[in-house]
């Protein structure tokens, strides 16, 4: 028999209760029909609360709906490219042709890091303008409308081809609302990579509205995605306006020009008096001083992005801890994945309370700044369109405040090309994660051009640009507006 004073001790000693509060659960009644309706599907995310209110609100709208795609559907076509060994090749390869996957299909002017020989083997990987993409697997129910940069390029068999007879643009402001992207989502499967397929489309309800009103919708997207199209002609002119200026041969020449070793190791010297505290080979490669001495060949000057003449400031946003909120009670938040894109998806809201002072120090975007990509992925650029004002950007992303107007244009373009892009990589640093600061932006070379003309013109040709996807940001909310007021949520 235990009778010490400990055992006594235990015995009394007083309980603690431990209270926990309790978890709000999201949850709803299935009629067994819906069940047997849906596939005879069990999982969750087919049910969703929000998803179901999403499909009430469809179905008692103010029109009658009909299905996304199906027999009596507004997609006439629903499909994607078929499963293939992908064999890459350079860009220089004979037939090349940018492959875009489905998360750089939503940039405003894909860039394609990845190249195949096109033929019939990939034909159906091929888009035609007009065609509304949907992303399939991985992240679901990202959208975007196939304008003439797109329909250039292969896009991956993880992007749904929806095609209309018409008014595809009405599809795709459906299908990049709130509501609609809840009802492509409801229909997702797969425990480990998480996808839908065209079937599932035939149960996802469009609101039938007027034809007066899906035409209306329809040509602002057009124009929309028209506008981006003439912003990226006009990127390009002033990009061969520069490289026909400083005569730049292609990055792919500079390239091979610059391999020292029959075996193609990349094996060169560098003086000591040149290591500038670096130890680190990328920091050294023979094509920067390549392109470097080209430009002092052919500019009028070289000098770098912290002159006084090119930037009035550079800021790198120091890290924190970030407190956000719901939409419409804080400042939108990107962060450097979302950097190409008109309109960013999967935005996030910063708290003002939180972080007001820190967002009008250091995290405030401003019209025709340069952002640069400073961690992880290195060398992204990007000019700050004017509906992007007074947005907030993560800490992983540089703002190089431009001198004045007259420079924020072609600074952006220099440092948006192959060559701008191979020097702002050379200050990488990290040997997990890839690293540049602000100190290194300062010092990329940048050319001043010898023709004065010609750098006004490629600094309009920017600017120019940045206006026109401006307005095919305004045009493509106007859609959204008319989508939300007079169908979706019409009385």
Not at 390 to 413: C, E, K
Request: with cysteine; hydrophobic share 40%; aromatic share 8%.
């Amino acid at each position: 028999m235990v009778n010490s004073n400990l055992a006594h001790k235990l015995d009394n000693e007083n309980t603690i209760d431990v209270e926990t509060n309790d978890i709000p659960l999201k949850w709803c009644s299935v009629s067994l029909s819906d069940v047997i309706f849906r596939g005879k599907r069990l999982e969750a995310s087919v049910f969703d609360v929000e998803a179901i209110q999403a499909l009430a609100l469809i179905n008692n709208g103010k029109y009658k709906t009909v299905p996304l795609y199906g027999d009596q559907g507004i997609v006439n076509k629903a499909h994607y490219g078929s499963r293939l060994k992908r064999n890459y090749v350079t860009p220089e390869h004979e037939n090349s042709i940018g492959f875009i996957s489905s998360s750089e299909m939503l940039d405003i002017y894909p860039r394609p890091v990845k190249f195949m020989v096109d033929g019939e083997k990939v034909h159906d990987l091929h888009v035609k303008e007009g065609t509304v993409l949907l992303s399939r697997s991985g992240t679901i129910g990202n959208v975007t409308f196939v304008n003439k940069t797109l329909s250039k390029f292969l896009v991956s068999e993880h992007a749904i081809r929806l095609e209309c007879t018409d008014n595809s643009g009405y599809v795709y402001t459906f299908l990049k609302t709130k509501i609609g992207k809840k009802l492509v989502c409801s229909n997702i499967y797969g425990a480990v990579i998480q996808q839908i397929e065209p079937a599932h489309l035939t149960m996802v309800p469009v609101p039938d509205a007027p034809k007066e009103i899906k035409e209306r919708i329809h040509n602002l997207i057009v124009e929309s995605f028209k506008l981006r199209d003439e912003s990226n002609e006009l990127i390009d002119q002033a990009t061969a306006l520069l490289i026909d200026e400083l005569k730049l041969p292609s990055i792919s020449e500079f390239k091979q020009n610059n391999i020292k070793n029959s075996a193609n190791v990349n094996a060169f010297n560098v003086k000591l008096s040149n290591l500038a505290g670096r130890v680190d080979a990328s920091y050294h490669l023979p094509i920067v001083d390549a392109i470097v001495n080209h430009l002092r060949k052919y500019a009028e000057e070289v000098t770098t992005v912290g002159d006084e003449r090119i930037s009035s400031d550079i800021i790198l946003p120091g890290r924190f801890k970030r407190v956000y909120v719901d939409e419409g009670f804080g400042r939108v938040f990107i962060g450097g994945k979302q950097l190409w894109e008109l309109d960013p998806t999967n935005k996030k809201y910063l708290s003002l309370t939180h972080h007001g002072d820190r967002i009008s120090k250091q995290l405030e975007l401003h019209e025709n700044m340069t952002l640069i990509t400073c961690s992880g992925t290195i060398g992204k650029v990007a000019l700050v369109g004017k509906h992007w004002e007074n947005w907030t950007a993560n800490q992983h992303i540089i703002r190089v405040v431009p001198a004045d107007l007259n420079i924020a244009g072609y600074l952006n373009i220099f440092l948006s090309s192959d060559y701008g892009n191979v020097l702002i990589r050379r200050f990488t640093y990290g040997s997990v994660v890839d690293e540049i600061d602000n100190n290194h932006v300062s010092q990329i070379a940048i050319p001043l051009l010898k023709n004065k003309d010609v750098q006004k013109q490629i600094n309009d040709f920017a600017l120019e640009a940045n206006q026109k996807r401006y307005k095919a940001y305004k045009l493509e909310q106007q859609a959204l507006d008319i989508m939300d007021n007079e169908v979706i949520f019409a009385k």
